[in-house]
């Protein structure tokens, strides 16, 4: 969520007559630091705190299309494209707009990722997954083991909120999908919200976590920690900073209340403040992140130059902030840290290795209850306190809405406990353990879920026993994630996130009514109505859960239809997977007469999260066009399947179709899906594909009409008039259908060992010189994945296997792409390119001890002083160099490296900037000649 706070930076006072005994602590607390390290100077931690909500649908396992989210399939993917990757892969650009440098920002960031977008993330991108954690792993090497990575409570829940036994399962999922992670214990966590209280501090230190982060205005009051033999007998008095008049340069020791100080057990958790002001300009001043060196005087403003002993500057924002709130900002956090921060000499860490070497010397308490975004406690979460509030919509829903939860979460609570003390030893240990399943691919998955069967029976648990079981251990994952906080934090219920903490609950209540046949969905719908919504359709919560949340619910069936359907136009393989169900296929048929399809099939699908099975029998008819009638029923026997496939198979030979309708409805009863009960998504993947073929048709009609009029085309072309808008579109639709098979074309050829791509390339050419002559524009938008997939597997073959003769080849794609206007990432090629050179090209070509030398050789070539986050200088320009070493071949460079005019081409046409590479080349050349 936006941070928001309005607090103020100011140091804590102190009064005269504290000054000795201030002066005897720090002479004591220098003297306890002797033989450990010190921190000197001005350290800077820069805290991005990534978080997207889970958005999948509980039924699905699966992120359904977002339309707000156009033209990206959903929020997590767009958010991905604006922020977390670009975060992973930084650009650092010259003036020409090449790229210097890549940069992964989470190497110098400190940040926490909530769980559920890593598992998003693992799923969507493995590259930027594993760049990520190799982040964490280069930051722990620079920081003496302590790396930029911190944990999160599980799915942002609001920690003061949730009782005792929520809090540490929260906890302790948070700390398991770290550890999985990273490969390491956690020592700080994030709090969602920053929402936090004593009892929650007390779950923290319980399960080993060292620090938070908290806002200023969250803490009442500090002081120094009295050394254990106080000298004078007296304890420092308390300062208040309630008013956010906390100095937000050191770390703070914060002890449990009522506990024995001197006790063995740990009774302490430590405390960083971010610096409010600057983390809010951050978060709202589009000129701070305008450009580093913006950023960095920024910084410098909280540094204090009089101040002797160690300070840390702590800013503390969403992560998305940089890429997705303010664009192209990750640039200017890329350059800071590269070189704008060093050149001042601040020393860039994270809290854990800055904790290492300065230990709290002061000590504070927290007020009761707040939050980072609530200016009243934790109001935004269960009252109608104002925050949140936009067009003058109230909030009265969100105290209702978390009373019904509540309830829910209790009556669930009752089932669990009821039938899991049958099933495991301690139900609540076997909830806390249930993390394990959570994490990993599919085959680590069921794994887990066995062992974690084995551990936690009762007795040796029978199939339907441990199908109870792990409906039991799904049920409390849904009333879990049926707390997220972001449900509460926007004016109105039936928004995308209350809605979806609702399909948690609905899950959840449907859950606990197959396990145990309870039926708690009436009630809850009865609580929900005291829950008012600003919508007049909806009227209350429960307007929201009837119109919103059940149509939302996905059968059994409809899965079953979805695969009947679509079976007709693939070839499913005898196991699959279909969103959360695996699918066994024990027999499939299909007939066809003239226009009529249809087909039988006997399933096995089994719920990958609780096991349990159940075999199905489908009949499907195709009628032609979108016209669909699916039936589906339980598996009653084979003689039983074996002889409703004669019969309707011989009814389908009458080729009557009202019959066969007639047969299928009775012997499956009257119950019928078409393509209007699939899921959106899949309705319009499925009206795609039966359009194929009358879109070919088309294509190929049109190909006629434009070859018979090309001349007289061409006719008004030379006269300088626009020809027939019936021909142009003819002329339109014919070319891009021709470069569309031309793009296949490549795809196909360069699979081939002895790729040989110039007839397409060549085809292409002619394609868009046509093109431009006819001013017709081509419709190639379709196109633009598959060649950039046809960019990339080029690009790879010619690094992975030195074919060099074909950078010419793939430069002429590469400007063929652009010349028709085709929406490529190049800036995937790019990072693939830069990583050739940076772990292959230098360290094969000058050998290993090269290997790290590039990123020195720009260093001192670029400029510190940069107007735009964007941009940087070099001495000389890539094509400069280019220039050179192409008039002089018999250069050092040339002769004692014959392949760099190759690769210096490729990347020029990448626009990467080759300057560091080649110096570094040219300086080897000279010492070896």
């Not at 806390?432 to 009762?458: C, F, K």
């Not at 309705?683 to 006629?704: F, G, K, M, P, V």
């Amino acid at each position: 969520m936006e941070l928001q706070t309005h607090s103020a930076r100011t140091s804590a006072q102190t009064s005269p007559t504290q000054d000795s005994r201030l002066a005897n602590h720090s002479t004591l607390t220098e003297r306890s630091s002797q033989g450990s390290a010190i921190a000197q100077g001005v350290y800077v931690t820069l805290h991005g705190h990534f978080y997207q909500p889970p958005r999948e649908n509980p039924y699905l396992d699966a992120i359904e299309r977002q339309p707000s989210a156009a033209p990206f399939h959903n929020w997590n993917e767009r958010i991905y494209h604006e922020c977390y990757r670009p975060n992973a892969f930084a650009r650092i650009l010259n003036e020409a707009g090449e790229v210097v440098e890549v940069v992964n920002n989470f190497e110098y960031l400190s940040f926490n990722i909530g769980p559920t977008l890593m598992s998003w993330l693992e799923h969507h991108d493995q590259q930027v997954y594993q760049r990520i954690l190799e982040a964490d792993r280069k930051s722990c090497d620079r920081l003496n083991g302590h790396g930029n990575a911190i944990a999160q409570v599980y799915n942002h829940i609001i920690m003061p909120l949730a009782n005792r036994r929520d809090k540490v399962t929260q906890v302790r999922w948070g700390v398991a999908d770290f550890q999985k992670r990273f490969g390491r214990a956690p020592e700080g966590l994030w709090l969602a919200e920053a929402a936090v209280d004593y009892p929650t501090l007390e779950v923290l230190i319980e399960e080993g976590i060292k620090f938070i982060v908290l806002a200023p205005s969250q803490l009442q009051r500090c002081r120094p920690i009295a050394p254990e033999v106080d000298p004078e007998g007296l304890d420092y008095p308390w300062q208040n900073v309630g008013g956010c008049q906390i100095d937000p340069t050191r770390p703070y020791r914060c002890f449990l209340p009522g506990r024995d100080r001197n006790s063995a057990d740990r009774n302490y958790i430590d405390i960083f403040v971010y610096d409010g002001p600057i983390s809010r300009d951050i978060g709202f001043e589009d000129a701070i992140l305008s450009s580093s060196d913006h950023f960095a005087n920024r910084i410098a403003q909280a540094v204090r130059p009089d101040r002797k002993t160690p300070q840390l500057i702590a800013i503390a924002t969403d992560g998305e902030t940089f890429g997705h709130h303010k664009r192209n900002t990750e640039k200017a956090l890329a350059y800071g840290f590269r070189y704008v921060m060093p050149q001042k000499g601040w020393t860039i860490t994270n809290f854990a290795h800055y904790l290492s070497v300065h230990s709290p010397t002061w000590e504070v308490e927290i007020k009761p209850v707040t939050a980072w975004s609530c200016a009243h406690g934790v109001g935004r979460w269960q009252d109608d306190c104002g925050c949140g509030s936009e067009g003058g919509w109230h909030q009265k829903w969100r105290k209702p809405l978390r009373s019904a939860l509540d309830w829910l979460r209790d009556c669930l609570s009752e089932v669990f406990v009821e039938v899991g003390d049958r099933l495991f030893h301690d139900p609540w240990a076997a909830r806390d353990d249930y993390a394990t399943v959570l994490l990993g691919s599919p085959a680590e998955v069921e794994a887990a879920r066995t062992a974690l069967l084995l551990r936690h029976q009762r007795h040796p648990l029978s199939e339907s026993e441990q199908v109870d079981a792990l409906h039991l251990l799904e049920m409390q994952r849904h009333a879990l994630l049926m707390y997220t906080s972001c449900g509460w934090f926007f004016e109105e219920i039936s928004r995308p996130e209350g809605v979806q903490i609702l399909r948690y609950a609905a899950r959840a209540l449907s859950l606990a009514c197959e396990v145990s046949g309870i039926a708690l969905e009436s009630e809850f719908i009865q609580r929900l109505e005291q829950a008012p919504s600003n919508v007049e359709m909806f009227k209350t919560a429960a307007g929201v859960y009837r119109q919103l949340v059940l149509p939302s619910q996905i059968t059994l069936h409809q899965i079953v239809a979805h695969y009947a359907m679509s079976s007709l136009f693939k070839v499913y393989a005898p196991e699959t997977q279909l969103y959360s169900y695996h699918i066994h296929q024990r027999d499939y048929e299909t007939h066809r007469m003239g226009k009529l399809t249809l087909a039988m099939s006997h399933l096995q699908l089994t719920a990958l999260a609780t096991r349990e099975t159940t075999q199905v029998t489908f009949a499907v008819l195709h009628m032609g066009g979108w016209d669909f009638h699916c039936v589906v029923q339980p598996f009653t026997g084979r003689p039983h399947y074996t002889a409703l496939k004669q019969v309707l198979f011989e009814q389908l030979q009458q080729a009557s179709t009202p019959r066969l309708v007639l047969m299928m409805n009775q012997y499956f009863g009257d119950r019928h899906y078409g393509i209007e009960d699939l899921l959106a998504e899949d309705r319009h993947h499925l009206l795609a594909t039966i359009s194929q073929e009358t879109l070919t048709r088309i294509d190929q009609l049109y190909t006629q009409i434009y070859r018979d009029n090309y001349s007289l085309l061409m006719a008004y072309r030379q006269d300088g008039l626009e020809g027939p808008q019936e021909l142009l579109m003819a002329a339109q639709v014919a070319l891009s259908h021709r470069a569309h098979q031309m793009i296949q074309g490549l795809s196909t050829e360069l699979a081939e060992p002895t790729a040989n791509p110039w007839v397409q390339l060549n085809e292409l050419e002619a394609i868009a010189t046509e093109s431009e002559h006819l001013g017709c524009p081509l419709t190639l938008d379709t196109a633009a994945p598959r060649l950039h997939s046809v960019l990339k597997a080029w690009l790879t073959k010619i690094l992975a296997e030195k074919q060099l003769s074909q950078v010419q080849g793939f430069i002429q794609l590469l400007h063929l792409a652009r010349r028709l206007r085709l929406a490529i990432p190049e800036d995937l090629l790019q990072e693939h390119y830069v990583h050739f050179l940076q772990e292959h090209w230098v360290p094969n070509t000058l050998g290993q001890s090269a290997k790290a030398q590039p990123s020195q050789a720009q260093s001192s070539q670029i400029q510190p002083s940069q107007a735009q986050p964007s941009q940087t200088q070099t001495s000389h320009s890539a094509t400069e160099t280019n220039q050179h070493l192409a008039e002089n071949p018999d250069s050092p460079t040339s002769t004692a490296y014959p392949d760099v005019l190759p690769y210096l081409k490729l990347g020029k046409a990448l626009a990467i900037d080759m300057q560091s590479w080649l110096a570094l080349l040219q300086l080897t050349a000279g010492a070896e000649n």
